[in-house]
């Protein structure tokens, strides 16, 4: 990948897309947040009922929703919605360090930077094509990044940790935790999965033209004549009719999966740092290795689904990509 095309394009792209990732997220978290805030007369009653709830012996782990920290303006912010400013605004700054000035023989933050880069761009640019990626490569690479950092940050230990709370016989009990991981947010993983999928019906229409994207939804495939047409035009139809089925359930399998494994990952954390007393900072330690493994695993799986879908809708006959020839 040539060294211009990471000065000025991915440098821009990746920026553009953090910066659309947060505004999205704190919109759909905003709504959320909106839309689930209990009323005034009985606020009291639901915190107070949260807080006996909480005060059991046996219940550990998140909470399933994020917690509402405080309202800017009449504009709610939730714990997880802080973290994800805080992985995006990391990125930024890093991005920014490392292009400052930049070396024809990088080193440092530069040199790691594009080797992320380019080793991301060769392998994108084994599946979907050399055509296909330097459209589309700002956004897999940057979903890619934004997750994996997101998810590192969602294991910094305190997160989940320090927040408003109330005492029991078992220790201090964390009812609102200041800081939530941004993936284990259901909202988070739902507005990535609504971008790529605005993104991708603009990718197909680009690639394929509006009549070619019909066309490769409902058309037939291959040659054939008379009866045998006609039946095929029947089941193509059919087909395309279960295939938009399946697209519209696209955001939704992978804001989901992304968030159940994220979820669950640090809900075991928090079971073995309260598993023994005394223990809690020993048990986690091997499954923090783990987790961080988990993350790089579910930004490089959500990556390649949405990568896989662009192939699937806008591969053309003229470009195969390098790995249908290997």
């Known amino acids: 990948m040539p060294l211009e095309l990471l000065k000025l394009r991915n440098r821009r792209s990746l920026l553009f897309m953090v910066l659309l990732i947060v505004v999205s997220v704190t919109w759909t978290v905003a709504m959320g947040a909106q839309s689930d805030r209990p009323s005034t007369t009985s606020a009291a009653t639901v915190n107070h009922s949260a807080a006996v709830t909480n005060a059991e012996p046996g219940e550990n782990g998140l909470p399933q929703k994020a917690v509402e920290i405080g309202r ?7 714990n997880s919605m802080l973290v994800s400013w805080i992985a995006a605004l990391a990125l930024i700054i890093f991005v920014q360090l490392a292009t400052r000035k930049m070396e024809q023989v990088p080193s440092g933050a530069q040199n790691f930077l594009e080797w992320l880069v380019e080793s991301l761009y060769g392998f994108l640019e084994g599946i979907l094509g050399p055509h296909l990626v330097k459209r589309t490569f700002w956004f897999f690479a940057t979903v890619f990044i934004f997750i994996l950092c997101a998810n590192w940050i969602g294991l910094v230990p305190g ?8 005492v029991t016989p078992h220790g201090f009990k964390v009812n609102e935790p200041l800081f939530r991981g941004a993936n284990t947010d259901v909202n ?3 507005a990535m999965s609504l971008i790529f999928f605005a993104c991708w019906i603009f990718w197909a229409v680009r690639e394929d033209g509006p009549l070619g994207f019909l066309k490769e939804l409902f058309a037939p495939k ?8 006609v039946v095929l035009a029947v089941v193509f139809f059919a087909v395309g009719c279960l295939e938009i089925v399946s697209i519209l359930f696209r955001p939704i399998s992978l804001s ?16 073995m740092a309260n598993l023994v007393p005394g223990l809690g900072w020993l048990l986690p330690v091997p499954f923090y290795f783990l987790e961080l493994l988990v993350g790089v695993i579910q930004a490089l799986v959500f990556m390649l689904l949405t990568a896989v879908f662009t192939l699937l809708i806008c591969q053309t006959e003229g470009e195969e990509p390098k790995a249908a020839h290997e």
């Open 72 to 78: 800017v303006f009449g504009f709610p912010i939730t």
């Open 159 to 166: 997160i989940g940790a320090v927040g408003w709370g109330h």
């Open 188 to 190: 988070m993983t739902m």
């Open 222 to 229: 291959g040659e054939s004549s008379g009866l045998l047409k």
């Open 256 to 271: 989901f999966r992304l968030y159940g494994n994220t979820f669950a990952g640090e809900n075991m954390l928090d079971t």
